[in-house]
């Protein structure tokens, strides 16, 4: 799509041109009221302005309008935007147009943004028309140009390293890296800056990132940029697929990346390559030494066997994906970390995706905007460019972005800030809406409006292996011609972080089956919106989830969690048995609600009280920050650290 400034003719880039020369003027010396009202910066007058003035003032004299060749325009308005661009959009100079604001009562900078209803004003003060646009015009100025094919080049692939913990991710990258190192440059010490380029013996450049593990992968792909090309899924032989590595499997599945599969630590005696391939077959991960499409090498990043066959595989799977992207473009990247450096401000490491990052290159970065003030490589080199996949760091920001965001090159400095703006804003109000942004309700209502969404896509954690089998099974059922319930994960244990990034990423529900979710994870569903459900009742689970397939999912609440408590002692009572000293740590505890027992965040025990005590006194209701006895009835296995969720049931009818 043309850029909007594009479509301006020559004349009024002229005008653009000089508005912008006033800016700077203007930041050369603090603008000051005397020379804003004067409409003039301190700079001395070319003839051609003087030659201006007299022919307007002469032009007054005669009663005419101040300009009669004036053209007017249709300006086209966003919900906010920056005194500059309105400016701009008008042709008009920025300082004219800061003199008409102060007119009205209202002191800004030309580099400040207005509401609508006060652009509006200006705008019909200097004779225009207004056309008011939604709000997410603004980002309209990021160039999604279509490439032609001719502008397409091969870009080196992406690489991800996942798998499970100890499985030797690390210990493959560094590997890696000093192998690179070696046959690169002589001696050179490789910063670390998040990502790193490889060059293979058969002259294949590879980008990998050096962020392993899931959370950065999925928050990445949560917030828009999905930077991988190529998962490396690293098992160790002398294990076998751990839950980390099924969590890696269904990260790549639902990203649709391909994997490779290095089997790690081959040097060890106790090695079992053939192993993991079966193991792996479970999975629906079928490697080539199994006959299927899936490439597998055996690896030691001890010993460094293999890790050339590694390349190359990488190198001929990134071959068969035909990578490409247009280097002549403005540049956009995704940001792979970012911080704020003492002495070097706010520094984000980008990996360039289309396009050619510059220096001087104008951009915005999720919420954040910047100059490029300088960029470096992957060897601490300071380059003036970085072209598709090419990591590099990025100095000139004036905040500091988050892993994820998106980084795109604009033409003027106020484009950027009003994208930036208008970013923190959407955001602002996207966190006052959260807690509803992903119920099983919003998707189904989704789906309805939506016929090619024909999936709901759920995250299943439960307390037991056979349970989360079970369910998964008995869900696969689920569903008739139009919707079909997809597990993109399921494991055993608390409901993590990890699994919230994966549900936000494909706008899933969270559910946990006699699990809860642990407090990071808890923290990041509210943020982000997603929803959790528990259930200890598996007909009660397929209920909803029928429910919410049929679209006709009723959301009534059927249990209030009231209050949780913490087991700090536990004493034995001769004639009650073990009676938990607690401390209740949120809402109340009460004598009449259910109980349930929880151990590491599962589900271990669930009844009713025996007996609820505040000092000697067996009391109805207990209040948070204070402490109590509780016994459960028919129950005594209770241990100091357990935590006791108090939960009081709604009977609600059920539409199914
Ligand atoms: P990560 O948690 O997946 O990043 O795993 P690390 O890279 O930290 O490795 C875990 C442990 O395995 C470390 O003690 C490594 O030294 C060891 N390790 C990693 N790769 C190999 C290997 O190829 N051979 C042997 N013998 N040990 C390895
Ligand atoms: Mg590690």
Not at 51 to 74: D, I, L, N, V, Y
Not at 388 to 408: M, Q
Not at 485 to 494: D, P
Request: hydrophobic share 40%.
């Amino acid at each position: 799509m043309a850029r909007k400034t594009d479509r301006v003719e020559r004349t009024d880039r002229d005008k653009t041109a000089k508005a912008k020369t006033t800016d700077d003027n203007r930041r050369g010396g603090k603008l000051s009221l005397n020379q804003a009202l004067n409409g003039e910066g301190g700079r001395p007058r070319s003839m051609a302005a003087m030659k201006r003035k007299q022919e307007r003032t002469r032009q007054k004299a005669m009663g005419q309008s101040a300009r009669p060749e004036k053209q007017f325009r249709e300006v086209r308005l966003p919900e906010t935007i920056v005194v500059q661009e309105l400016a701009n959009r008008m042709t008009e100079r920025a300082a004219d147009v800061v003199k008409s604001l102060m007119k009205m009562g209202m002191m800004v900078t030309a580099n400040q943004p207005i509401d609508a209803d006060t652009a509006e004003l200006v705008i019909e003060e200097f004779g225009h028309k207004v056309l008011r646009v939604s709000d997410s015009d603004v980002e309209q100025v990021i160039t999604t140009a279509d490439d032609r094919d001719e502008d397409m080049v091969t870009r080196p692939p992406i690489i991800t390293i996942m798998g499970h913990v100890d499985h030797g991710k690390t210990s493959l990258l560094d590997a890696i890296r000093k192998a690179s190192v070696v046959s690169g440059e002589a001696g050179g010490i490789t910063q670390h800056i998040g990502a790193y380029q490889v060059t293979t013996d058969s002259g294949a450049v590879l980008s990998f990132l050096d962020t392993p593990g899931h959370a950065a992968f999925t928050s990445m792909r949560a917030r828009g940029a999905q930077v991988t090309d190529i998962v490396v899924l690293v098992v160790a032989a002398d294990d076998a697929v751990m839950p980390q590595t099924i969590e890696a499997i269904n990260h790549a599945k639902a990203a649709g990346v391909p994997m490779i599969v290095a089997i790690n630590k081959i040097d060890k005696h106790s090695a079992d390559p053939q192993k993991v391939r079966t193991d792996l077959l479970q999975h629906e991960v079928v490697v080539e030494a199994m006959s299927g499409d899936v490439q597998d090498v055996e690896v030691s990043a001890k010993t460094g066997l293999g890790l050339d066959n590694l390349l190359e595989a990488i190198a001929l799977q990134a071959e068969f994906l035909e990578l490409k992207a247009n280097p002549k473009r403005a540049a956009q990247g995704a940001v792979i970390e970012a911080q704020l450096d003492v002495g070097r401000g706010p520094v984000a490491t980008v990996l360039v995706q289309h396009g050619t990052l510059r220096r001087g290159d104008i951009f915005v970065v999720g919420e954040q905007w910047g100059k490029v003030r300088a960029l470096i490589n992957d060897k601490g080199d300071r380059v003036e460019e970085a072209g598709p996949s090419v990591p590099v760091e990025v100095l000139g920001l004036n905040g500091t972005p988050e892993a994820g965001d998106v980084l795109n090159v604009v033409e003027t400095e106020a484009q950027a800030r009003e994208i930036a703006e208008f970013r923190a804003q959407q955001t602002k109000d996207k966190r006052a809406a959260a807690g509803a942004s992903t119920t099983l309700e919003q998707m189904m209502a989704k789906a309805k409006a939506d016929v090619n969404v024909s999936e709901l896509a759920v995250v299943l954690k439960a307390d037991v292996q056979g349970s989360a089998e079970a369910i998964v099974q008995a869900l696969e059922k689920v569903g008739n011609d139009e919707v079909r319930v997809r597990v993109l994960h399921y494991g055993v244990g608390a409901i993590t972080e990890s699994d919230i990034g994966l549900a936000e990423a494909s706008g899933a529900p969270v559910i946990g089956f006699n699990v809860r979710a642990n407090a990071p994870a808890r923290n990041a569903a509210n943020q982000k919106g997603v929803e959790i459900r528990y259930y200890s009742i598996i007909y009660n689970l397929l209920d909803d989830i029928k429910a919410a397939a049929s679209g006709m999912l009723s959301n009534e609440i059927r249990e209030n969690f009231i209050g949780y408590a913490t087991i700090k002692e536990v004493f034995r009572v001769t004639g009650v048995g073990n009676v938990a000293g607690c401390l209740v740590t949120e809402g109340v505890a009460r004598r009449s609600a259910g109980v349930r027992l929880l151990r590491d965040n599962v589900v271990i025990h669930e009844g009713t009280l025996k007996t609820l005590k505040r000092f000697k006194d067996e009391v109805k209701d207990v209040q948070s920050g204070q402490e109590c006895g509780m016994a459960f009835e028919n129950y005594d296995d209770i241990r100091p650290g357990d935590v006791i969720e108090i939960f009081e049931r709604e009977e609600v009818e059920r539409s199914l």
